[in-house]
């Protein structure tokens, strides 16, 4: 091997262990996340490596890359779930983030979409986050208990949905990385059997990924 060629290998490899070393630091989702990106890095530079004749080095190379990527999504997720969750109820999932908006935090009128005033306060809180991060992409998911017909809840949660996704574009979030969808009572969380458990399943739920392309690569 030429010496160019042994040096190039050992700028790689240095590369690799500095994004592990800096990564290690950051929480276990963060971690995951590079992790993960590593992997899906390493197979696309290996494609691109075998393209090239070089499919170790790309693969190398593919992994720095992707765990340096997968570790700034896993750290923007998981400052922007400790944002959310001084709003309303959020979880950090392996996917991204879940924000669940139960009847007792988002309150509609009766066989309505009609958010209350105190409501649309806590939809335009969480909107002035969300808009911080635009590589968001954000399901509004609308459900339901299971009083009423199958159809007439899948409209209702449909329509509930997206008044609330209507709230959080009014605070600048742009409505191409948002999509709105009604479920009914085909989700439930608990049976619907008494008013508490029809409480839970009346929910409007923000689950958000991220669209790497959008991604920062430095934070």
Not at 65 to 73: C, F, H, Q, Y
Request: aromatic share 4%; hydrophobic share 40%; charged share 20%.
């Amino acid at each position: 091997m030429a010496l160019w060629q042994r040096n190039k290998w050992i700028l790689v490899v240095c590369t690799v262990v500095l994004s592990a070393s800096f990564l290690a630091g950051c929480g276990p989702r963060t971690q995951k996340g590079a992790a993960i990106g590593g992997v899906a890095g390493a197979v696309a530079g290996a494609v691109v490596g075998h393209q090239t004749g070089h499919k170790t080095e790309g693969a190398i190379i593919g992994g720095a890359a992707g765990a340096v990527i997968g570790g700034v999504i896993g750290s923007r997720l998981d400052k922007q779930a400790e944002e959310l969750a001084q709003i309303a109820e959020t979880r950090r999932t392996e996917q991204g983030v879940i924000v669940n908006l139960s009847s007792n935090t988002v309150h509609f009128e009766v066989n309505s979409s009609q958010v209350n005033p105190e409501s649309r306060d806590i939809l335009a809180q969480l909107g002035q986050v969300l808009k911080k991060y635009p590589e968001d992409l954000i399901l509004v998911a609308g459900h339901t208990d299971s009083d009423g017909t199958a159809d007439y809840n899948a409209e209702l949660s449909q329509m509930r949905a997206q008044a609330v996704a209507d709230i959080i574009m009014s605070q600048g979030v742009p409505a191409d990385v948002i999509t709105v969808r009604g479920y009914g009572e085909t989700q439930p969380v608990a049976e619907n059997d008494t008013a508490e458990n029809k409480a839970l399943n009346r929910r409007v739920e923000l689950s958000i990924t991220v669209d790497e392309s959008k991604v920062p690569q430095e934070e």
